[in-house]
């Protein structure tokens, strides 16, 4: 059966039963994920997913009820289920839902893509990163080299009770290598573009290429070796700038999750946690210095939150979250948004077997000026720290701790010697307060978050952050590392 | 709508076994269907029932190519085109000089799951009546967040070897946060049937560490005594079984347990063990590769005593395989994924009783791997961090970071309660653990409420 004819079945018989909202998303999600450790292919998972998931609103009550079994009985069963959930949900009280207005669209949209990255061989995946392993084997002490490519791609069919009629299509593409090093008791990694698999974007077999994982074999599998044999950064408060890939979990952690407004408004206090933002903060709060602007743009190409429609059918939008350093904006949704205000277009549900909830679409701290190299220049002391390896934030994102792969030594205007097993730690708004410089356009690179986790049951998502290597002074650094 | 049944689900796994040209043929099916009711600021605002079924087809070819492909779908068609591509993978895929075979038929698979019927087929409404009982009983003045779950498991797998295995099970949960406006409070229950859930209790739990909670005073950070509490410590149990257990990461040397194998890693009052087949965890009886589950003990009296094996590093070190295995080949290996830290004797009371100067701790946030080969994590405190003097717990803190080593941590165990809790996250595996009362917990700074 087509998807829209189960969707428009589910939505037929969720009004029939009582919904006086309700939304139905047929979902197909592909997935492959390639991983080869030391010349072996050590994993291959190829997975496809479809189903349908039915939200309805029964007297400003949610409900929603989802399967993978897709047949027109379990369509019409899942619409049922729905509104007795909701029928339920009105057991506790409280005020109800109340979603503010939007023009339902029509519309079909996919993510551009180069070379579709499904279509690419297995045979030349396999190839690519036999290569990129054994590049960086050929340094000797590297211990295990790992390549990996992450293919992903979703079709959303999403109908709605006010007229949405959506049909979009999202491909994403990831590439990374990591290296190894083990010995005296310790175990030191270094990876490109990123940790955690790498370089993620929206688009096709271009993301793999731009990543070259071969040619970036060599250095990268040489510094995890070096890492081995570095001195641990010793404990100090020092000027500290973040690689483009640290500053983008330190903008998606201290920024955009204390700015979704669910979140603000005790929505996930159990679970995730709040915010340290107040509603009342929009406006007035200063959050960092004025070199800090922050925007959500689910229009950013190759971000992982760029769509054309978020879940709620609501069209991807560019706004302001902070403007030279005051909060002048929330991700919000149409359940969350007040005095009138659209939704942000920020909801977003993980597949066809979750509620959509207000998520981060592509959330960048804005380009300075001056380049990488003109920035350490301009530095007297301090240290370059470089791609996360650990993270943790309390539940109101206040304080703050990562982990590095590797720190670099500034002195001087120059870079010197490497440190193992770096961290710094700090207050959100202590820090981005301390914000003195961003680099410009030309270091500035939207980086792929694809395992974001929040909600109850777990929903993962998969955004963006744009970002340019950054400044802070006065950072506290060390103290927890061997 | 109710469960497959172990036929059923095996007849789904054996439509996939009939592949043309393949040496080997397995197929992991694995049906989760169940119901969360989400409240906040004391109201449900999210609600939802959702049903799942995957099949996980792995084919060998030419005797050691080996491809895997995954359908969310029960119908044999879509299970047999499964089966294709895994195949067309498979033959697109280097040899496997290392590929051990399949598991053959077990004698017999452990007793192993408790799959309660009423949990099973726990309606929203029931969801929704617990929830709204717990916050009728709040005292005024307070705000609740939280969830209640109900969710049954069944998974089967059937290779071409004969293995044919099927089991089923439920779990439950309830979560409450009490926020009492300048503190909160918190509380959980795991448990495979939801009647063996007392919400109530945990609800007056959760309020009273709330109004406990309230104007905490600033605590420098260091290095305190500490009592934490069975879902703190689970939180430690749990990270340890993730760093270094499987026998793939020892081969590889990214386990911290490498040269320590035999040798004393923690105090002799810390037995960890991980057991599928114990009543009082949510388990099967097989692992994903259709393996038998054993009882293997990690930790003996402090002593780090063995690791957990999948098949295919149990073949290559001449042993049999622990029944630990994850959907094969996988990256990862062998994981321990029903654990549990055995109970001591001291009333959970009794340790902060004990206790003279030091913290007690509700509940850990947001933890993480600061250093894997010193078993070092990180973390926050939240929803009940209490100073304790002479025994008596005097007042709130404000929640701290600790960046401690876990297995320092354990060294420095001083007593073990009696009383044990289950935590479990959406899925597979569950940890037990009882409260420690441990003499050295390093906290490394401290947040602002």
């Not at chain 1, 359940?335 to 939704?343: I, L, M, N, Q, R």
């Not at chain 1, 791609?387 to 120059?414: H, K, M, P, Y």
Request: charged fraction near 20%.
């Amino acid at each position: 059966m087509e998807p829209e004819e189960l969707t428009e079945l589910a939505l037929a018989a969720a009004v029939a039963a009582g919904a006086g909202y309700a939304d139905v998303r047929w979902v197909r999600e592909e997935t492959e994920g390639l991983t080869v450790v030391d010349g072996r292919v050590d994993d291959l998972e190829a997975e496809e997913s479809s189903g349908l998931g039915v939200r309805v609103l029964v007297d400003g009550r949610w409900g929603f009820a989802a399967s993978a079994v897709l047949d027109p009985a379990r369509a019409r069963d899942l619409a049922g289920r729905a509104v007795e959930v909701a029928r339920a949900s009105a057991a506790a009280g409280g005020e109800p839902v109340r979603l503010a207005p939007a023009e339902p669209a029509v519309a079909s949209w996919a993510t551009p893509v180069g070379r579709d990255p499904f279509a690419v061989p297995l045979a030349e995946r396999v190839d690519l990163l036999l290569a990129a392993s054994d590049a960086q084997r050929s340094v000797a002490g590297v211990a295990h080299a790992k390549a990996t490519v992450d293919l992903w791609r979703r079709r959303t069919v999403l109908w709605s009770t006010e007229g949405a009629r959506i049909d979009q299509t999202v491909t994403q593409t990831g590439a990374g290598i990591e290296a190894t090093a083990v010995g005296d008791g310790d175990l030191q990694h270094r990876s490109w573009p990123n940790s955690f698999r790498g370089q993620f974007q929206a688009g096709g077999w271009e993301v793999v290429e731009a990543a070259d994982l071969v040619g970036n074999a060599p250095r990268v599998a040489a510094e995890a070796v070096q890492l081995l044999a570095a001195p641990v950064l010793p404990e100090r408060v020092t000027t500290v700038i973040l690689d483009g890939q640290q500053l983008s979990l330190q903008v998606h952690e201290s920024v955009g999750h204390p700015l979704e407004l669910d979140r603000i408004l005790g929505m996930e206090a159990a679970y995730a946690g709040t915010s340290f933002v107040g509603p009342d903060d929009l406006g007035r709060l200063r959050y960092g210095s004025p070199a800090m602007s922050v925007t959500a743009d689910a229009t950013t190409p190759g971000g992982l939150g760029t769509f054309a429609f978020d879940d709620e059918g609501v069209p991807a939008q560019r706004s302001p979250l902070v403007a030279d350093g005051v909060v002048a904006g929330f991700l919000t949704s149409r359940e969350t948004t007040t005095d009138g205000a659209a939704s942000g277009g920020a909801m977003r549900a993980d597949g066809w077997g979750a509620m959509p909830l207000i998520r981060m679409t592509n959330v960048h701290l804005e380009p300075g000026q001056g380049s990488l190299d003109e920035l350490v220049a301009d530095t007297a002391d301090g240290v370059l720290l470089s791609v996360n390896r650990s993270w943790s934030i309390d539940d109101r994102r206040v304080n703050f701790q990562f982990g590095v792969e590797a720190a670099w030594e500034i002195r001087g205007g120059r870079l010197g010697r490497l440190y193992r097993n770096a961290t710094y730690d700090g207050r959100t708004t202590e820090l981005w307060g301390s914000l003195d410089a961003v680099c410009g356009p030309g270091e500035w690179v939207v980086w792929g978050v694809p395992n974001c986790g929040k909600g109850q049951p777990y929903q993962n998502a998969r955004v963006g952050h744009g970002a340019a290597p950054a400044r802070f002074r006065d950072v506290h650094v060390g103290g927890v590392g061997r | 709508m109710t469960a497959f049944g172990s036929e059923r689900l095996l007849e789904v796994a054996e439509a996939a076994l009939g592949t043309g040209g393949a040496d080997d043929v397995e197929a992991l099916v694995y049906r989760q269907a169940g119901g969360l009711t989400r409240f906040a600021s004391s109201r449900i605002h999210q609600s939802a029932w959702r049903e799942d079924l995957w099949v996980r087809v792995r084919v060998v070819v030419d005797g050691n190519r080996v491809g895997t492909a995954t359908v969310h779908a029960a119908d044999p068609a879509a299970v047999r085109a499964t089966a294709g591509r895994a195949a067309e993978v498979a033959r697109t895929m280097p040899p496997d000089p290392g590929y051990p075979g399949m598991p053959g038929p077990a004698a017999a698979y452990p007793e192993a799951g408790h799959h309660d019927e009423a949990t099973a087929g726990a309606d929203p409404a029931t969801r929704a009546g617990l929830v709204a009982g717990v916050l009728r009983r709040l005292p005024a003045g307070v705000a609740a967040a939280g969830a209640c779950e109900t969710r049954e498991l069944e998974i089967a797998l059937a290779n071409t070897r004969g293995v044919r295995a099927a089991g089923a099970t439920t779990g439950a949960a309830f979560s409450i946060l009490v926020d009492a406006g300048s503190g909160t409070g918190w509380a959980e229950g795991t448990e495979p049937a939801l009647a063996d859930l007392d919400v109530a209790a945990l609800g007056e739990r959760a309020a009273r560490k709330a109004m406990d909670s309230r104007e905490p005073r600033e605590l420098a950070p260091g290095t305190y005594p500490v009592v934490l509490e069975p879902n703190a410590a689970s939180v430690m149990v749990q990270w340890l079984g993730w760093l270094g257990f499987g026998a793939k990461a020892y081969d590889e040397g990214r386990s911290f347990l490498v040269g320590r194998l035999g040798q004393r890693v923690c105090s002799p009052l810390v037995t960890i063990v991980d057991d599928a087949t114990a009543a009082d965890t949510i388990g099967v009886g097989f692992d994903f590769e259709g393996v038998p589950k054993r009882r293997v003990t990690l930790i003996d009296e402090g002593v780090a005593a063995s690791l957990v094996y999948d098949f295919r590093a149990a073949t290559g070190h001449g042993v049999e395989p622990t029944g630990h295995g994850l959907p094969a080949p996988s990256a990862e290996g062998a994981l321990p994924m029903h654990l549990s830290l055995l109970p001591g004797r001291t009333p959970q009371a009794e340790l902060v009783a004990g206790l003279e100067r030091g913290l007690l701790v509700t509940r850990f946030h947001y933890t993480n791997l600061v250093n894997l080969m010193d078993t070092t994590i990180t973390g926050m405190t939240r929803d009940g961090t209490f100073w304790v003097e002479n025994g008596q717990v005097v007042g709130a803190v404000r929640n701290l970071r600790f960046t401690q080593s876990i297995l320092e941590a354990l060294s420095a165990v001083r007593a073990v309660g009696a009383e044990t809790e289950m935590a479990a996250e959406d899925g597979y595996g569950a940890a037990r653990a009882p409260a420690l009362a441990i003499d050295r917990f390093a906290f490394s700074s401290a947040t602002t409420f």
